[in-house]
T-cell receptor, first 111, second 114 residues
Framework: DAKTTQPPSMDCAEGRAANLPCNHS???????VYWYRQIHSQGPQYIIH???NNETNEMASLIITEDRKSSTLILPHATLRDTAVYYC????????????FGDGTTLTVKP | GAGVSQSPSNKVTEKGKDVELRCDPI?????LYWYRQSLGQGLEFLIYFQGNSAPDKSGLPSDRFSAERTGGSVSTLTIQRTQQEDSAVYLC????????????FGPGTRLTVT
């Protein structure tokens, strides 16, 4: 699986959009980008995933660059409850069980 | 519906003892995963089950660790002769099948080896 690089921490004001970047410059053509988050003392929670097209669901939007070497997770209106560690993972869908969760980005939403 | 459940939520054991950790996946999910998370660290893959196929044990850190999955549902992770470095949160996840990467995690079991 391709390696990902994320900033260790970010702050965001409550009510504003949180944009979390992820670099995955070695991604191959059949690898997907997945995002999870982990709120303190809980198990990780799946957020969204995509291959090449931008994706949106009730939680977030995922923007993948045309060359697929980076992506951005967007939380459109961050709340205090969105404070968590956000993990970006790149994996083959058929090998998703061996996904490597790195250190992620600690997002702190401030009032 | 019910999510992934794990038991116990906390386990304190003495060094050298064996422990068993249990995971109940989401009903109908054929893929099941075990991870370990040490304090302040990311998740470390341990083992993966898919249906009736032989499990992928490539992440198990030593032969003291083993896991089984009975009837394609409940899974037990066993750690023999526990060591202090085994102290961590053990997380279980399930997904619909191996081609669907969305994993649904349980709350974890916090293991403390004294």
């Amino acid at each position: 699986d391709a390696k990902t690089t994320q900033p260790p921490s970010m702050d965001c004001a409550e009510g504003r959009a949180a944009n979390l970047p992820c670099n995955h410059s070695t991604i191959s053509g059949n690898e997907y980008v997945y995002w999870y988050r982990q709120i303190h003392s809980q198990g990780p929670q799946y957020i969204i995933h995509g291959l090449k097209n931008n994706e949106t669901n009730e939680m977030a939007s995922l923007i993948i660059t045309e060359d697929r070497k980076s992506s951005t997770l967007i939380l459109p209106h961050a709340t205090l409850r969105d404070t968590a560690v956000y993990y970006c993972i790149v994996t083959h869908n058929t090998n998703a069980g061996k996904s490597t969760f790195g250190d992620g980005t600690t997002l702190t939403v401030k009032p | 519906g019910a999510g992934v459940s794990q038991s116990p939520s906390n386990k304190v054991t003495e060094k050298g003892k064996d422990v068993e950790l249990r995971c109940d996946p989401i009903s109908g999910h054929t893929a099941l995963y075990w991870y370990r998370q040490s304090l302040g660290q990311g998740l470390e893959f341990l083992i993966y089950f898919q249906g009736n196929s032989a499990p992928d044990k490539s992440g198990l850190p030593s032969d003291r660790f083993s896991a089984e999955r009975t009837g394609g549902s409940v899974s037990t992770l066993t750690i023999q002769r526990t060591q202090q470095e085994d102290s961590a949160v053990y997380l279980c996840a399930s997904s619909r099948d191996r081609t669907r990467g969305e994993q649904y995690f349980g709350p974890g079991t916090r293991l403390t080896v004294t």
